[in-house]
Nanobody, 115 residues
Framework: QVRLMESGGGLVQPGGSLRLSCAAAGTRLSVARMSWFRQTPGKQRELVAQLTASGNTNYADSVKGRFTVSRDNAENTVYLQMNSLKSEDTAVYYC?????????WGHGTQVTVSS
């Protein structure tokens, strides 16, 4: 059974940084397309960043230049480094594993950007 476990969320002031982690059990993250999504109450979940198995990345326009997605194969963990955080980045952040028909989600981690 595949389990994804996000961590690293919290409260940070505008302009600050956080690093989210998504650790996996039951599979190797390196074989899949890994994505970070975020969701705020009343809104649809939106894509933030993607990292393919081959190492290609894709970012939402709103986070380009501020967020970086990466993967540590030895740790079987995907990261989202978030810099220059803004209040509008406040959301629950989810990681997603997608490989063919396999589509798994973590439980989410709350990020709150506020002074």
């Amino acid at each position: 059974q595949v389990r994804l476990m996000e961590s690293g969320g919290g409260l940070v002031q505008p302009g600050g940084s956080l690093r989210l982690s998504c650790a996996a059990a039951g599979t190797r993250l390196s074989v899949a397309r890994m994505s970070w999504f975020r969701q705020t109450p009343g809104k649809q979940r939106e894509l933030v960043a993607q990292l393919t198995a081959s190492g290609n990345t894709n970012y939402a326009d709103s986070v380009k230049g501020r967020f970086t997605v990466s993967r540590d194969n030895a740790e079987n963990t995907v990261y989202l480094q978030m810099n220059s955080l803004k209040s509008e980045d406040t959301a629950v952040y989810y990681c997603n594993f997608k490989l063919g028909e396999y589509d798994f989600w973590g439980h989410g981690t709350q990020v709150t950007v506020s002074s």
